[in-house]
């Protein structure tokens, strides 16, 4: 956990399930760090660009105002859980 003035941030990892190319937005399912599977999955921007399986570890930003979309502040990048880029053909 880290403070940042009057806030505190708690570290969780996320888990990169989709990928929005049009508005670059992911699909998350977050992870807390006792936990060994996602308890929820959400739409998301992040701080560093993001490949499909990523695990990374960060912290939620949510920004002032109802349509705002959070963002992942990522710490620790990156361990691939699944790798869904497709296998080339011989």
Known sequence: MIKQGK?????ERFWLVAVDNED?????GRIKLSAIQPDS???CGASQP?????????FLHKPN???RT????????????MDFRPTPKD
Not at 24 to 28: H, I, K, M, P, T
Not at 50 to 58: A, E, S, W
Not at 70 to 81: H, K, S
């Open 7 to 11: 806030h505190c941030f708690q570290y």
């Open 50 to 58: 993001l490949i499909l399986g990523d695990l990374v570890t960060g």
């Open 70 to 81: 959070p963002v992942i502040r990522i710490v620790n990048q990156r361990t691939v859980l």
């Open 65 to 67: 105002g109802v349509s």
């Open 24 to 28: 670059e937005s992911y699909f998350v």
């Open 41 to 43: 999955f959400f739409w």
